[in-house]
T-cell receptor, first 112, second 114 residues
């Protein structure tokens, strides 16, 4: 799997958009960008994934640059419950054997 | 639909004992993954089971083992427990070959070795 680079930590004001960046400059053409988050001492929660087009679901939006070397996860209106460690992972979709490899992630602190 | 369930939630063992952790995947999922997360550290891949077979394992000693049953549930066994085995053990499931193969995690078993 291609490696990812994320900032160690970020702060965001409650109600504002949280923009979490991820660099994946060695991503391959068949690798997707996945985002998970882990709230303290709980199991990681799937958020969203995409290949090259921007994606949006009820939790977040994923913006992938045209060259696919970086992406941004956007939480449009962050709440205190969004405080968590966010992991950006690249892997081949449709291949369950390509297990998720977690890096250090970004610790997002949403402040009142 | 029930998510991935793990039991027990907490487990306390003495050094040298054996621990057995259990995982039930989401209905229809055939793959089960085990991860270890020591306090303050990241998630480390342990084992992957699919269709009853061990498909891959991470960089862990042989005393970490497991199995997958015909109903796709799984057990993780840790023999000769050491203090550094204290960690949150997470199980995830998904299905190979499907378009959306995002893995879903359980809430984990917190193992404490004293």
């Amino acid at each position: 799997d291609a490696k990812t680079t994320q900032p160690t930590s970020m702060d965001c004001a409650e109600g504002r958009a949280a923009n979490l960046p991820c660099n994946h400059s060695t991503i391959s053409g068949n690798e997707y960008v996945y985002w998970y988050r882990q709230i303290h001492s709980q199991g990681p929660q799937y958020i969203i994934h995409g290949l090259k087009n921007n994606e949006t679901n009820e939790m977040a939006s994923l913006i992938i640059t045209e060259d696919r070397k970086s992406s941004t996860l956007i939480l449009p209106h962050a709440t205190l419950r969004d405080t968590a460690v966010y992991y950006c992972i690249v892997r081949v979709a449709g291949n369950a054997g390509n297990m998720l490899t977690f890096g250090g992630g970004t610790r997002l602190m949403v402040k009142p | 639909e029930a998510g991935v369930t793990q039991s027990p939630t907490h487990l306390i063992k003495t050094r040298g004992q054996q621990a057995t952790l259990r995982c039930s995947p989401i209905s229809g999922h055939t793959s089960v993954y085990w991860y270890q997360q020591a306090l303050g550290l990241g998630l480390q891949f342990l084992l992957w089971y699919d269709e009853g077979e061990e498909r891959n394992r991470g960089n862990f000693p042989p005393r970490f083992s497991g199995r997958q049953f015909p109903n796709y549930s799984s057990e993780l066994n840790v023999n000769a427990l050491e203090l550094e085995d204290s960690a949150l053990y997470l199980c995830a499931s998904n299905s190979p070959g499907r378009r959306n193969t995002e893995a879903f995690f359980g809430q984990g078993t917190r193992l404490t070795v004293v």
